[in-house]
């Protein structure tokens, strides 16, 4: 099959597991023989381009003609059967869509990493609490009004005018032929706020592991979190958590970059738990993998409704459970008492309980860590996320051939 894949990668100084999927899916289609071309972009150009770089981004995130033309050139030349697209955001824009007058060939899809189609913060979170008013009322003007983008409105303005042109000329109801959501959560979610079901297809990421596990009495007695130093990972849940447990607490090793990692090294200097938590910053990828596999836990604290964290895959890689907030989002992915275990959301009292009380029963960790790796290679291998994905493609080009060839 020929597969046009196209992702605005975003900038290299905040890592994004939506980037290693795109690149992960890619080599996958090639390992199975597929012929495949990209249209790719940086997100790293604007800053290079200094203010001239933002100013240009106000405007191409509703709509990139110089994008549009070189999608255009590029099914010219390529004549794919599919385009495949990842995130859009900000510099290609949705009328990528639009780059062909026949919507039947070739058949258009996107897999939605994030909610950005209908909520500018893209994180179903405002002021730390899951907001869906955008979805529900299906309108920007709670985007607007809270400034949901980086809580700023001029940041805000042009995501929330792309969410209402994009909805305002149907872009997603009549030129997109599939939608990947990657859990049954987001499928509702989406269906909520207004994607046609009939056209919302479930493909979970991939991750191809690095390593194998690691014997259970080879790793270290600690617990490691990967991700954004940011507001909505439940970074402040996590730190508390560890203040509540003192001399109790495990160690834990903390691996990641962001704007609250001055603030939190500074709460743990304060309370004394230098020996205890490890700031590691960012690490490549290998050396994350390494650092999950010596774990006993990987812990996910968020407070948004997490869309497929790739860190929990590459923890159930390699055989390490994961302790995460109670969210509907993450109830797809861990499964209680089998793969890991919930906490409540927000609660850091409720975290550092469970902790103490897992750390007691190493023998039921084991087990979790067996299940863990147990569930990836039955449900998310390369070869089982291939076949759903030929099937989503084959699925949809059979469906848009026989409409086309529909007598009314």
């Not at 297809?201 to 592991?209: D, E, T, V």
């Not at 959301?345 to 039921?364: A, H, V």
Request: charged share 20%; net charge positive; glycine share 4%.
């Amino acid at each position: 099959m020929k597969i046009l894949l196209v992702h605005n990668y975003y900038r290299s100084s905040s890592p994004s597991g939506e980037n290693l999927v795109f690149e992960e899916e890619r080599n996958n289609l090639v390992r199975h023989g597929d012929k495949v071309h990209e249209i790719i972009c940086s997100s790293d150009s604007i800053k290079k381009q200094f203010f001239y770089g933002y100013f240009k981004v106000i405007f191409t995130v509703v709509w990139n003609q110089f994008s549009l033309n070189n999608a255009i050139k590029k099914i010219k030349s390529f004549r794919p059967d599919v385009i495949h697209a990842h995130n859009l955001f900000p510099l290609i824009s949705p009328s990528l869509f639009y780059a062909s007058s026949d919507n039947k060939k070739p058949i258009k899809i996107i897999t939605l990493h994030n909610y950005r189609i209908f909520c500018a913060a893209g994180t179903l979170l405002r002021n730390k609490e899951l907001c869906t008013l955008c979805l529900d009322k299906k309108s920007i003007l709670p985007a607007l009004a809270h400034s949901c983008y980086r809580n700023n409105l001029f940041f805000t303005l042009p995501l929330a005018f792309s969410i209402y042109i994009h909805r305002s000329i149907n872009t997603w109801t009549n030129r997109v032929d599939g939608f990947i959501a990657l859990t049954e959560f987001q499928k509702k979610m989406l269906i909520r706020g207004g994607l046609d079901k009939d056209k919302i297809h479930i493909k979970p990421n991939l991750i191809s592991p690095l390593l194998l596990p690691l014997p259970w009495t080879a790793r270290e007695n600690k617990i490691t979190f990967v991700g954004r130093l940011s507001e909505e990972k439940g970074v402040k849940v996590l730190l508390d958590a560890w203040i509540n447990m003192g001399n109790e607490a495990p160690n834990l090793e903390i691996i990641g970059d962001g704007p609250l990692r001055v603030y939190l090294e500074q709460l743990t200097i304060k309370n004394n738990l230098t020996s205890k938590v490890f700031f590691l910053g960012l690490l490549n990828r290998e050396e994350v993998s390494n650092k999950i596999s010596t774990s006993n836990i990987l812990i996910i604290p968020s407070i948004c409704q997490e869309v497929f964290p790739l860190v929990i895959l590459e923890s159930f890689a390699l055989g390490v459970p994961v302790i995460a907030s109670r969210l509907d989002s993450l109830s797809d992915l861990v499964i209680e008492n089998k793969t890991g275990i919930f906490f409540d959301l927000n609660d850091p009292l409720s975290l550092s309980k469970l902790i103490i009380e897992l750390w007691m029963k190493k023998d039921f960790l084991k087990k979790l860590s067996e299940n863990a790796f147990s569930l990836y290679t039955k449900k998310y291998s390369e070869r089982k996320n291939y076949t759903q994905l030929m099937s989503i493609y084959n699925k949809i080009i059979k469906k848009n051939a026989f409409t086309k060839n529909k007598i009314f």
